[in-house]
């Protein structure tokens, strides 16, 4: 019955699950790790706010399908730009560049110009963009509204304004096709001779003229429409489902971690309490354990869930307040064989007091079976929150993993084929849970030799 | 102690569990439950008075009509008991009463497939299909994991017993609704096999309703089966290798006794109690589980209808269905233990 931790540890790194438990789990730590580093958790809680996704693509694969293709999907390119100013006379020029590669095989959607300007007077904004070929073509020629004093003036520029299909066509001669009727990026990013891609490196540039100071671009971005994005793709809100993805890894790993230390620490102190004491107090513990344990633990929940609250916090008790009865059961019935050995009924006659005996006697014996636990119901813990977020009952301040399968679903993503949308978030529910499976088994081939045969 | 003893304990303990769901069911939504009643108590004031154009015409103001509304609705509510707070022991006996004689009064928004809005024949209406569909899937996986099982403990380490543990470790680790919205990507959309939704598109008096049903339940029977029969095989073995290592056993091989007969015959007999007690248990626990998995596959069982109700916050429904779906959990808990303990004497001695 007895074990320390030593013996425990070297057995453990025996079993080739158990590391492969432990290895699985480091790479999802350095996952929560790279996702508080990487995106802050201002930027995650803008998840479900529609206006903050406005720049990328609805229902994007990810873009590494075209390594699979002969023919290249357009990608969603969201372009920062290189900056130059300069001053001739007493003209300011600001000039920000869109270098980019542009080798797929198909047009892009349109193109979107969003900026933001910190002016006085009146500027003059200026577009055009150079070819592979060497042409180049002017998109347009706005200037922004007269102001006084320094003013920030936000605006966007997209494909599908006329002026721009009006200036383009002034450059119809060089074209040896009608242009009649063919939107805007479609003649960009044409060849010469006929209506297709014409691949290679495309500079757009953005000039900005000012006489009386110097302008400030403070956003400048350049968003080319294609239908792959990123290395998971996007949802239909046109969310970036790497960045929900990331983020469900910790929230994951909290709610299952602290769910099942929770539960195991509840369930341990309880039932070694129940069995130590015994008589009556045994009796009245465990009928309370039996009440708990015969309770339709979903059902419950839902209830809960949707009277009580759904925060992540309130979720983590409600799963606790399931969890703890199976464990309790266990720790009682070996509670009662630990405190009929010698050295507990001793230090009883020596008149050690009760909370001494339970947390220094017998609590420590049963801690391989409680680590044991704690892996083996992290999984459980994992799949129920994420069951309940899938009914569309889980925190809409954090969203998890079940929450964007939630969305795959109520967006039907399975009628439309968008399996980026339903795979990955189900196979990191099911790797999380298996790291901890993982590890919960090889520690349980250590308390039942039994099993291993 | 005696096995009619060990019955009526257990018994009462499931009653106990029972009441005391119902109750924290009732606490849960009483306040809600409260403003419903008192506000369709209100509106049937309201709609007799405005039919009843003899009595409208006998009021002169505005006023006086509003007073003697106001007035009625006070004495429909004083009848009805609904004055006093809903936390009042009276109330929430009264309601727990009703509960107990199936007595669920009428849901708010939902109807059963014939047009009832009374709760009683909504649940009757679903709850055979929750059975077929979670009935069929664990007596198939029972069988499946049984057999597979006895295979993998007669030759422990083999090359199956390692896939059999392995498939068990994965295939518990997936939620079973997941997999079914992947089954119905590829078997319906995919693959279009199996229709998408589970729910019958016959009615239930047309002659082709039956295959029907059974057509539509194909894509989550199998999803369940496929799910479930790997745990259960792991948990077969495990307990007939324990069997497998005890004295009798080995006495048995001294004998002479041929090892297959030794297998099937004496281990799987011994490794009964705990098996037909999961078995039992799978049953509750899938029935728990129910309410997801019928909603991904749309199947119009218990589930579904709880699900339904949670999302329109139909409460009469929710407690309906909260204490059917408690019962049915309680009768395979209590068939569990009490299989256990016919099986296995020593848990009555307890």
Request: positive net charge; proline residues 4%.
């Amino acid at each position: 019955m007895s074990f320390s931790t030593r013996v425990i540890w070297k057995e453990f790194s025996h079993s080739k699950i158990g590391i492969a438990g432990i290895v699985i789990l480091v790479i999802l730590f350095s996952m929560s790790a790279i996702a508080f580093v990487t995106i802050p958790l201002d930027s995650f809680k803008t998840w479900n706010d529609p206006t903050s996704w406005l720049q990328y693509p609805k229902s994007a694969q990810p873009a590494w399908v075209n390594y699979f293709q002969s023919e290249k999907i357009p990608e969603h390119l969201i372009l920062k730009p290189a900056s130059m100013s300069q001053q001739i006379g007493s003209v300011y020029f600001l000039t920000d560049s869109f270098v980019f590669n542009y080798n797929y095989d198909g047009f892009p959607s349109d193109f979107i110009y969003q900026y933001t300007v910190q002016y006085s007077g009146s500027p003059l904004l200026q577009m055009s963009v150079t070819r592979p070929d060497g042409v180049e073509i002017q998109i347009i020629s706005t200037s922004m509204p007269f102001a006084s004093s320094t003013v920030t003036y936000s605006s966007m520029i997209f494909s599908t304004q006329d002026v721009i299909a009006k200036n383009i066509a002034s450059a119809k001669n060089k074209y040896a096709f009608s242009l009649d009727g063919i939107s805007s990026e479609k003649i960009i990013f044409s060849k010469l001779d006929q209506n297709q891609i014409l691949k290679g490196q495309y500079v757009f540039r953005v000039h900005l003229y000012d006489v009386s100071e110097k302008p400030v671009l403070v956003k400048s971005n350049l968003v080319l429409g294609g239908k792959v994005y990123g290395i998971m793709g996007t949802d239909e809100l046109r969310r970036d489902l790497s960045v929900g993805l990331l983020w469900g890894t910790p929230l994951a790993l909290f709610i299952g971690i602290t769910v099942s230390i929770g539960s195991v620490v509840l369930g341990l102190v309880y039932g070694v309490y129940a069995g130590y004491k015994g008589r009556a107090t045994d009796e009245v513990l465990m009928r309370f354990n039996d009440v708990i344990y015969a309770m339709p633990a979903l059902p419950l929940l839902i209830i809960l869930a949707v009277t009580i609250g759904n925060s992540i916090f309130l979720m983590v008790g409600f799963l606790v307040v399931f969890g703890w009865v199976g464990i309790a059961k266990v720790s009682r019935s070996m509670a009662l064989q630990i405190k009929t050995l010698q050295y507990v009924e001793t230090a009883k006659l020596m008149g050690q007091k009760d909370y001494k005996i339970i947390f220094k006697h017998i609590l420590p014996q049963l801690l391989p079976y409680a680590f044991a636990s704690i892996a083996i119901s992290v999984p459980a813990a994992i799949t129920t929150e994420a069951g309940l977020s899938f009914l569309g009952l889980g925190d809409p301040s954090f969203p998890t993993w079940g929450q964007i399968l939630h969305d795959a679903s109520s967006y039907s993503a399975a009628a439309r084929g968008m399996w980026w949308w339903i795979l990955p978030p189900g196979i990191m529910i099911a790797v999380t849970g298996l790291a901890f499976v993982f590890m919960g088994q090889a520690m349980d081939g250590i308390i039942n030799p039994k099993l291993r045969h | 102690m005696g096995f009619k003893k060990f019955l009526a304990k257990r018994a009462i303990t499931m009653f106990g569990v029972l009441m005391a769901t119902l109750l924290v069911t009732i606490i849960l939504v009483g306040s809600n439950m409260d403003s419903i009643s008192k506000q369709s108590a209100a509106l049937e004031i309201r709609q007799q008075v405005t039919n009843n154009k003899s009595l409208l015409s006998s009021f002169k103001t505005t006023e006086q009509l509003d007073s003697y509304i106001a007035n009625q609705i006070k004495q429909r509510i004083t009848a009805l008991g609904l004055d006093q707070p809903w936390y009042s022991p009276q109330r929430i006996g009264l309601s727990m009463y009703k509960i107990l004689t199936l007595d669920f009064g009428h849901a708010k928004f939902l109807t059963s497939d014939s047009g009832s809005s009374d709760v009683r024949d909504i649940i009757l209406e679903k709850l055979p299909r929750t059975i077929l569909l979670f009935t069929t899937a664990t007596a198939i996986v029972s069988v499946l994991g049984i057999f597979l099982g006895t295979v993998a403990a007669s030759k422990v380490n083999s090359k199956l017993d390692k896939i059999t543990s392995g498939f068990a470790i994965i295939s518990s680790s997936f939620p079973v609704w997941w997999i079914g919205v992947l089954m119905i990507f590829v078997f319906a959309f995919l693959y279009p096999i199996f229709p998408a939704r589970a729910t019958p598109d016959l009615s239930v008096t047309d002659p082709g309703y039956w295959g029907s049903l059974l057509y539509h339940m194909a894509l989550p029977l199998i999803t369940l089966v496929i799910i479930g029969f790997g745990s259960w095989a792991y948990l077969v073995r495990n307990f007939l290798v324990g069997v497998l290592q005890e004295d009798f056993i080995t006495a048995k091989r001294a004998v002479g006794i041929d090892e297959k007969r030794i297998l099937y015959s004496h281990a799987l007999k011994n490794a009964a109690p705990p098996i037909v007690t999961i078995l039992a248990l799978s049953l509750s626990g899938s029935l728990g589980g129910a309410i997801i998995t019928e909603a991904v596959f749309d199947w119009p069982g218990m589930g579904r209808l709880y699900f339904e109700a949670i999302s329109v916050l139909d409460l009469p429904v929710i407690i309906g269905a909260t204490y059917v779906l408690t019962a049915f959990f309680l009768v395979s808990v209590f068939v569990a233990d009490v299989l256990y303990g016919y099986f296995d004497p020593r848990v009555r001695r307890e």
